[in-house]
Nanobody
Framework: QVQLVESGGGLVQAGGSLRLSCAAS????????IGWFRQAPGKEREGVSC????????TYAESVKGRFTISRDNAKNTVYLQMNSLEPEDTAVYYC????????????????????WGQGTQVTVSS
């Protein structure tokens, strides 16, 4: 029963912070690369951040670099996305995804290449 469940979304004012969680069950998260994606109404799903199963290295979209931090807690089988200095442009449904490949983050694979997905959590940032 492979499952990913996101939580932590909500409504915040610009400049505020949220911490999203992606809890995995049915598999050990530490041997999967985990990506965070987001999708705003009428827009394509885009990659936000990624943490590799190979060495734990991380990547970020240019638009969130310096504001967002991805991390992993293997004991809790959970990946987090700490979002600081939020902007209205960050408003979207945020999804986490998993794939059993250490190459996912290094090659910047598109969302269609990821095998497991959560249901998403809404993040709304007011101006």
């Amino acid at each position: 029963q492979v499952q990913l469940v996101e939580s932590g979304g909500g409504l915040v004012q610009a400049g505020g912070s949220l911490r999203l969680s992606c809890a995995a069950s049915g598999f050990n998260l530490d041997v999967y690369s985990i990506g965070w994606f987001r999708q705003a109404p009428g827009k394509e799903r885009e990659g936000v951040s990624c943490i590799s199963s190979a060495d734990g290295s991380t990547t970020y979209a240019e638009s969130v670099k310096g504001r967002f931090t991805i991390s992993r807690d293997n004991a809790k089988n959970t990946v987090y996305l700490q979002m600081n200095s939020l902007e209205p442009e960050d408003t979207a449904v945020y999804y986490c995804a998993a794939e059993h490949s250490y190459l996912m983050c290094a090659y910047g694979s598109p969302w269609t290449s990821w095998g497991y997905w959560g249901q998403g959590t809404q993040v709304t940032v007011s101006s």
